[in-house]
Structure formats: C-alpha cells, structure tokens
C-alpha cells in the first residue's frame, strides 16, 4: 500500500522529467534555453552597436530599388531571400542575416529564427519607419519581443 504523499511525489517527478525532456526535444543538440537567450543577446548587441547602419542602409535601399522599389506594380507579397543568396548585397551576407524580407515599404534584414526573431529594418528615404530602437533616418532594429538588450549585456 502506497502512502498518501507518493502519488504528488510521483506527479512532480513527472513533471521536473517532462520540463527535462522539452527542453532537450525543442533546443539545438540540448543547448539550454539560458545558453540560447545569451547567444541571441550577443547577436543582438552585434548588430545593434558593430554595424555601421547608414552603409548598409545605402546599400539595402539600392538593392530594394533596383529589385522592387522603382517597379510600378505593387505586390502583397514580400520576396524572399536566404542570408546566403548571392544576389543579396555581400554586406549583407557577411552579416549571415537568417533572411531578408523585401517589401514594398521597407527591407527587414533578419537574423534569430522561429523562437526569437529580430534584425534590421530599414525604409526608403524619407519615411520615418518603426521599431524598437532608431539607428538612423528610417534604420530600425526590431525585435518581437520588444526589447533592446543593453550595449555592454547586462
């Protein structure tokens, strides 16, 4: 006969397995969730305050034009672009941006993946945009969480 107390032992031990056993099932090869959120805080804080925005702005608004931006037909559609596509700017692709969204109203340069997704994003001249935190005239970073990780990682 079982005591009264095994069966909450029972079910917390499940449950401390399942938490065990998730975290192992949904990270790359086990990597922790806390290991995962600082190389994510790193990448941010790469991007953030190592780049020089108003180059790579420059560079991303020539690519838009040319692609789709001077184009008269507008498109509901972003095109699409993996970080490594050889027809993206090479500034961008030394980045390894996750991909590159170019839309009619702006480019968003994209670096995380399913879990956590941020980048830059920047409009064309003239339009003031939106984000998270302004790095220049229509150069935004953005992130779904909505927070800036501070310079230092902190």
């Not at 790359?28 to 806390?34: D, L, V």
């Not at 180059?55 to 507008?74: I, N, V």
């Not at 109203?105 to 001249?125: A, K, Q, S, T, W």
């Amino acid at each position: 006969m079982r005591s009264r107390h095994s069966r909450p032992l029972i079910i917390v031990i499940a449950v401390i397995l399942l938490l065990v056993a998730f975290s192992f099932a949904f990270t790359p090869q086990g990597i922790s969730f806390a290991t995962l959120s600082a190389l994510v805080g790193h990448r941010e804080r790469q991007i953030l305050y190592r780049v020089d925005h108003s180059k790579l702005a420059s560079e991303l608004r020539t690519f838009a034009t040319t692609r789709r931006w001077s184009t008269a037909p507008h498109r509901e559609r972003p095109d699409h672009f993996s970080g490594d596509d050889s027809e993206l700017p090479s500034s961008v692709r030394t980045l390894k941006p996750t991909a590159v969204w170019l839309l009619d109203d702006r480019i968003d340069v994209e670096f995380g993946g399913p879990l956590v997704n941020f980048g830059i994003r920047v409009f064309p001249e003239g339009i003031k945009g939106d984000g998270v935190k302004e790095l220049g005239q229509g150069i935004w970073f953005y992130a779904d969480d909505g927070k800036l990780p501070s310079k230092w990682g902190l």
